[in-house]
């Protein structure tokens, strides 16, 4: 009876967040407000920039804009509230709102990893299979990847969020800026054993079959290379469309193994805790803000097209101030 009068009694959850301070939360407001805006109109434009550039329809542009409406979607799970909180009096969010969060947090990471992997594929059969990628990378086999990538992450997202919400939760204060899930467990009377396995196995194996494809895949393209080219400018052209998704990939898969597997100590010291916010911020806010930067700056065919696309915006306004002045002469 206690356990369920304690589960009813708890109708927001309040967030400890980043600082206490009044004039920090106003300048934290500043920074993650410019990083949020930045973040929406690299993503944004890049897919933006994917769609209407001819020269970049194909199977792995196809996949980097998903990767960016990912990206938009994975940082606007956190930026708008933790926004608002910052100059809210009371830095809450309800129930049902938290359980979303955590919901959208866990499902768009996940997939995240899956689109990853499937980014991996397609340099994979691009370079190793080149006769076979119109076939094998079709428009339709792009879009069930993507699609897959998705369910998969929602699915895996659902075990975890619903196991999380069957608890019963003893206090209402989490300890972070966003309703993360080890957060949430440590709030929670209820016995959290199934709930740390879900992730230790489950999370864990989203993890090694996510990583261990794109590991697979960089083996093959890297024998393929070694092996199959042999011109110098070959290799470079055959690393250059690599190196991109592989920077993107250790930084991301980095960020989740440091956040979510690294030993967890029962007398954890505030230093510790200010330590894991500031690497989820990295995971949650600063990667979707990278990404786009990656691809766009090692990326000879995205620079070009950028270039051309500024040298046509600059003569359209150019043209147009002209055009004006001469009504006016006239």
Request: with cysteine.
């Amino acid at each position: 009876m206690l356990e369920e009068n304690t589960t009813t009694a708890v109708k927001d959850f309040i967030f400890v967040g980043l600082t206490s301070s009044p004039k920090m939360q106003i300048i934290l407001f500043l920074i993650f407000f410019l990083i949020y805006v930045i973040t929406l109109i690299e993503n944004v434009g890049m897919v933006a920039l994917i769609r209407t550039s001819a020269c970049l329809h194909t199977p792995m542009y196809f996949f980097l804009s998903s990767l960016s409406i990912l990206d938009a979607c994975f940082s606007s799970v956190f930026a708008p509230k933790m926004l608002a909180n910052f100059l809210a009096d009371k830095n809450s969010i309800s129930y049902t709102g938290c359980a979303i969060q955590m919901y959208f947090f866990i499902g768009l990471g996940s997939a995240e990893c899956f689109l990853l992997a499937a980014m991996a594929y397609d340099r994979y059969v691009a370079i190793c299979k080149p006769l076979l990628y119109p076939v094998l990378m079709s428009p339709k086999a792009c879009i069930l990847l993507v699609a897959g990538s998705y369910v998969l992450g929602l699915l895996h997202s659902l075990i975890h969020t619903v196991f999380t919400f069957q608890l019963s939760f003893c206090g209402s204060v989490i300890n972070h800026f966003f309703c993360d899930i080890t957060a949430l467990l440590s709030l929670s009377c209820s016995d959290t054993y199934i709930n740390e396995l879900l992730i230790f196995y489950v999370a864990g194996l989203v993890e090694i079959i996510t990583i261990l494809s794109v590991a697979i895949s960089y083996i093959y393209i890297l024998t393929n290379i070694v092996i199959g080219i042999h011109s110098a400018a070959g290799r470079l052209k055959a690393f250059s469309t690599c190196t991109s998704h592989l920077t993107v990939v250790t930084i991301f898969h980095g960020a989740i193994l440091i956040l979510h597997f690294q030993p967890k100590s029962s007398n954890r010291s505030s230093h510790q805790d200010m330590s894991d916010k500031i690497l989820a911020i990295f995971y949650t806010i600063v990667i979707p803000l990278l990404n786009p930067l990656i691809y766009s700056l090692r990326n000879k065919e995205v620079k070009d097209v950028l270039r051309s696309s500024w040298r046509r915006a600059w003569v359209k306004i150019i043209k147009y101030v002209l055009f004006k002045k001469k009504q006016e002469f006239s």
